[in-house]
C-alpha cells in the first residue's frame, strides 16, 4: 500500500514515469581533482526538471581496482532504472540500498 501523495488527492496531476537516465562518469585529470565523479539524472518527459538526481564522489584509486568502483557505480544506477523505473530519489535510494517500501500492520486478533 502506498502512502498519500499529492498526485493521488489531485486527479488531474500528471503521474510522470521515468523515461530516460542521464548518466555522466566525470575522470580524473592532472591538472584538477584526482577523484572520479558520477552523476546520474532520472528524466520524464511530461516533467521538465529531473525526476531524481544522484552524485557520488570517488577518491584516487589504488592500482588494484582500476576504476571498478565508479563503473560498478553506474552499472548499478542503469540496472535499477530499468528494473525497478524510479519516479523519486527516495524510490531510487530504496532500490540501490535495499529496504522494505511499505510495512503491512499485524490487526490484534485476541479474543477476550
Not at 502512502?3 to 514515469?17: E, G
Not at 548499478?76 to 503491512?104: C, F, K, M, T
Request: glycine share 6%.
Amino acid at each position: 500500500m502506498r502512502p498519500n501523495t499529492s498526485s493521488d488527492r489531485n486527479l488531474w496531476a500528471v503521474k510522470h514515469q521515468l523515461d530516460a537516465v542521464e548518466l555522466v562518469l566525470e575522470l580524473p585529470n592532472t591538472a584538477g581533482p584526482y577523484t572520479t565523479a558520477i552523476r546520474a539524472h532520472g528524466r520524464s518527459y511530461s516533467k521538465r526538471t529531473a525526476l531524481w538526481s544522484y552524485q557520488e564522489v570517488f577518491e584516487p584509486l589504488s592500482s588494484r581496482e582500476k576504476g571498478y568502483g565508479p563503473a560498478d557505480a553506474l552499472h548499478h544506477i542503469a540496472l535499477v532504472a530499468q528494473q525497478d523505473r524510479p519516479r523519486s530519489l527516495a524510490e531510487l535510494n530504496l532500490a540501490l540500498r535495499g529496504g522494505v517500501s511499505w510495512v503491512q500492520e499485524e490487526l490484534d486478533l485476541d479474543e477476550e
